[in-house]
Every structure is written in structure tokens, then in C-alpha cells.
């Protein structure tokens, strides 16, 4: 009779141990993860706080021994870099493909969730076929595009050939087929027409997918180097990612204004991650893509 207890608590607090020993590992593989990914970039902003010659000096330094804040002040002087046009450029293109983009996904979301029509099915196929293309493969006729429209070297030549994005298309189609019919149904009685069912029933639901897909848009825009550099032949209508090779072009020695103008480039883009990371996790998880 006393072996009973120990026998049936045995299995139990083996459970108990092999939970503990798997979440520590999770956990410490976790941290392994974070070590990796933030170690360079602290690197890199201790290294924009050193001067020139302690970036260089046997053996290297990891945090800095003074520190100083001459490098971001060079940047901010230089009559060559007039950094707040840059930044407009930069917010000004990635706002305009977000803003077109949530639009233009959610409503061909809303149609391939909801409507049932010839060729629905062969015409969203063909939309995740792009998904498979490369860039570089449409850059050319692209670029052949903006010729005829006489939109090289210019911002919108960076915007009107991302208003339709493929992957926007579908993440908005998995989180509307969630929605009920029910709402629709009832919006038509009503006597709503088909956009103002999509205005005022299907939009204000969609706001963690549509924060998840801005962000996804807006870091991709923001850190776009390619396209830019094809388009855009002006100094002032530059980027900051062509900024940045620009300036890293110009002072390839200068190790400290290189990482100086690195963490500018990424510090509004890490601002924005910060402030909406909770959205797309939420966003992730509601649309059913694991």
C-alpha cells in the first residue's frame, strides 16, 4: 500500500523535471540568439562613439575609452549631406508604398476572400506565382516602364511599381476568409453597396493584419538599396540606404563615420519595429501563418 503514492508521483515529478530542463534549454537558446544579433550592433554603436584612432589601435577596444561624439557632429556639419532631406525622401517613399499598399492589398484581399467569380481561383494563383519571381528578373522592363513614363530619377518612380504587392494581396485574403459572411450578408440588407460594405464592415477589422503588413512594408522600403540605385541618379533625391554607400564611398577609412551614419539610417526604422512588434505577432497569429 505505501508504494502506490511514490510509484504514481514518480512519473510526475519526472514530467516536472524534463518541463524545467526544456524550458531552460528554450530559453537558453533563446539568449544564445539575442547574443548573436544585438553583439553587432552594439559593436556598431560603440564603435561610432570611439575616435579614429581607437577603431584602429592593437588590440581592439570593445567599449570605448572616451567617448565622444565627434563623428555624428561631422555628420550633421557636412555641407554635402544634407541629412534632413534625405530623411524626407526616405519617409516620404516608404509612407507613400505603405499607405498605397494596405489599400490596394486589402481590397484584392477582401475580393479573392469573399467573392466568387470566374477565374478567382486561376487569377490568385497567378499573384502567388510572383511571390516566386525574383526582383531582378522584372527590374529591366520595370526600369523600361519608367522610361516611357519619364519617371526616372524621380520618388514616384520608387512607388507606382510597388503599389500591388503580391504577399500583401495574400496575408489580407488569410485574414479575411476568418471574417463571417454573416456581417456582409446583413451590410447588403441594409442596403450598404459592395465598397461600403469593404469601408465600413471589413476595414475597421482588419487592424492588427493591416499594422502587421504597413510594418513589413514599411522596413522593406526603408532598407531598399537596389531599385533606388537604378532609379535615382540626383544627389538630392537619394535615399538613405544610397546615403549610406555614398558617405561609406566617400570615407571608406573613417571607420567612425561609417558606423555613424549606419545607426542614423537604422535608428527610425528600429523606432518603428519597437512601437509595433506586439502587432505582428498578433497579426502572425491571426492570420493563421505559422
Do not use: C
Request: hydrophobic share 50%; no cysteine.
Amino acid at each position: 500500500m505505501t508504494t502506490l503514492p511514490r510509484t504514481a508521483s514518480q512519473p510526475k515529478k519526472k514530467f516536472r523535471l524534463g518541463r524545467l530542463f526544456s524550458q531552460s534549454g528554450a530559453y537558453g537558446i533563446l539568449l544564445v540568439g539575442l547574443l548573436v544579433t544585438l553583439v553587432p550592433f552594439i559593436w556598431m554603436l560603440l564603435t561610432s562613439l570611439k575616435s579614429s584612432q581607437e577603431i584602429i589601435q592593437i588590440p581592439p577596444t570593445f567599449i570605448p575609452e572616451k567617448w565622444t561624439f565627434e563623428s555624428y557632429r561631422t555628420i550633421f556639419s557636412d555641407p554635402r549631406v544634407p541629412l534632413a532631406r534625405f530623411y524626407l525622401n526616405s519617409f516620404f517613399v516608404a509612407g507613400s508604398r505603405v499607405a498605397i499598399t494596405l489599400f490596394t492589398s486589402s481590397l484584392a484581399g477582401f475580393i479573392f476572400a469573399k467573392y466568387k467569380f470566374w477565374g478567382a481561383k486561376a487569377s490568385f494563383s497567378f499573384i502567388l506565382m510572383q511571390l516566386m519571381i525574383p526582383f531582378q528578373v522584372v527590374m529591366i522592363p520595370a526600369y523600361l516602364i519608367l522610361v516611357k513614363l519619364h519617371l526616372v530619377d524621380s520618388l514616384w518612380g520608387l512607388i507606382i511599381p510597388s503599389m500591388v504587392d503580391a504577399f500583401g494581396i495574400f496575408f489580407m485574403r488569410q485574414f479575411i476568409e476568418s471574417l463571417p459572411n454573416e456581417l456582409i450578408d446583413a451590410a447588403r440588407i441594409d442596403g450598404a453597396s459592395e465598397f461600403g460594405i469593404y469601408w465600413r464592415i471589413i476595414l475597421p477589422q482588419l487592424g492588427a493584419a493591416m499594422a502587421t503588413l504597413g510594418i513589413f512594408t514599411f522596413m522593406g522600403t526603408w532598407n531598399d538599396y537596389l531599385w533606388p540605385l537604378v532609379v535615382i541618379t540626383s544627389h538630392e533625391k537619394r535615399t538613405l540606404p544610397l546615403l549610406l554607400t555614398w558617405y561609406n564611398s566617400v570615407h571608406g577609412t573613417r571607420y567612425d563615420l561609417t558606423m555613424a551614419a549606419s545607426i542614423l539610417v537604422l535608428l527610425p526604422i528600429m523606432v518603428v519595429y519597437l512601437m509595433f512588434q506586439r502587432w505582428i505577432v498578433r497579426g502572425i497569429s491571426m492570420t493563421g501563418i505559422k
